[in-house]
Every structure is written in structure tokens, then in C-alpha cells.
């Protein structure tokens, strides 16, 4: 498939002191499909994501959305152009209500786009990811599983073009993470989704394509049958 991608990376480094924690030669992400990112623990997954949405700033190398140099962009101007992500570290605000944590990030996409009201901006987030009854209710108070679905929720009232997910069934009931794969799928429909994630089976079943990395480089990349056949994927982490 010779598709352009909407998110690319190119010689993408970024050094910690002496430690290179990502060397990516080449990433491309594109338009519509859900992507798994796997490897190793300290492999690299979360600062590559960092440096795609800005939260670091890269060693070296560039990184472009739709066509667009973004290498420099802070953070909050990818998000209005339409990445948006969700982090490992939970960042809830756990005094406030479902509804409050969600209208934040509504309220910011009503800023840049004016459509819509913040009601129901808000409610359609909670509603997608099945907490909309719960919605006054303040996030402290819910389980942990709900607090990863409302950052989820969060992700989504930015109505972003490529949501980024790090980890996002961490923690998570088996139930929960059913409802969580039928969620990404749903979500997929309209939005780009790349995932951080540790559970196999949650890989499998959702990945269209996977790239693993491993001391901050693509070890392999490919379709979950390709991946999982992989010789060197194996000995570097699913064998393991
Ligand atoms: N802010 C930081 N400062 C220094 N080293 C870091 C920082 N963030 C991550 N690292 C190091 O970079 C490597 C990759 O970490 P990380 O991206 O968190 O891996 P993963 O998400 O795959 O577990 C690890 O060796 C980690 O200790
Ligand atoms: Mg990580």
C-alpha cells in the first residue's frame, strides 16, 4: 500500500544524557487505521509517542502531520490540529465531575472549531465510552477502570483526528477491557487511533498493523499474523 501517511516520523532520536531511548529511521501512521505500538519495558514506547505529540521536544530527526512540518509545534497546537493522547500517568481531575473533566477538553474544542454546545459536546465523550449516568459523579470516587475510560472520554471531546493511547487497559477488569476493545473499534471509524499496549490479546484483536520496538528501535513492523511469527519478536519479547 503506497498510502501517504498522516502522521510520519524520520530519523526521529532522542537522547537522555547518554541514553538514545528512541532511534526510529522511519514511522508512518496512516488515515484510519488502529496501529499497536508493543516492545519491552523501557523499549522507548512512550517517549516516541511524546516526541509525536510534543510533549518532548526530539534529539534529532522530523516529524510531520498531514503533509505538515510539526517538528517544533508545542504540544497544544498538535492538539488543535488533531492529535490528541492520553498518558500512563493518570491526569483526571479527581475532585471535579465526570462531566467537568470532560468539558475541559470540550470546551477547548469549541474554542478552536465553535461547533456544537458544551453539553452536549460533553455528554457525547461520556456517552461513547459508557459513563454518561455517571456523569455528576465525582471522578475520585470511581473505579480505576472508569478513570482510564473518562481519560479516554477526555481524548475524545477534542475530537481529534489521531488519538494516542499509552496503555490504556493497564489496569483494567476483563469485562472492562471487552468493552474497551469494542470502544476502539467504534472510535477507529472516525479517527486514527495509535496504542501503547502491554496485553497481547487486546493487540491481536484490534491491531491492524503493530510495530515493536526494543531499545528504542523498530525491531519489526507488520500485520499481528506477520508479528507474531517473527522470529527476532519473539526472542525480544513475546517469548519472554
Ligand atoms: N524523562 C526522562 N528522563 C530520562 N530518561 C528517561 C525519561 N523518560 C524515559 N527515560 C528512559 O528512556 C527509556 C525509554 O523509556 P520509555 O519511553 O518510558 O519506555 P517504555 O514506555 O517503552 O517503557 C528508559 O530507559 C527510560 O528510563
Ligand atoms: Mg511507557
Redesign the pocket.
Known sequence: MAAIGQLTAEGLVKD?GG?R?VDVTSFTLNKGEIRAVI?P???????FVSLLCGRFAPSQGRIAFEGRDITTMPAHERVALGIAYTFQITSIFGNLSLYDNVALPAQRRIMLDGGGTLRERAMAALDRVGLADRAQEQAGTQSYGHQRLLEVAMGLALAPKVLILDEPTQGLADSEITDFIALIREVAEETTVLLIEHNMPVVMALAEQITV?DQGRVLAEGSPEAIRADAAVQAAYLGG
Open positions: 537522555f541514553l531511548a516492545g519495558n523501557g523499549a522507548g514506547k512512550t517517549t520496538l
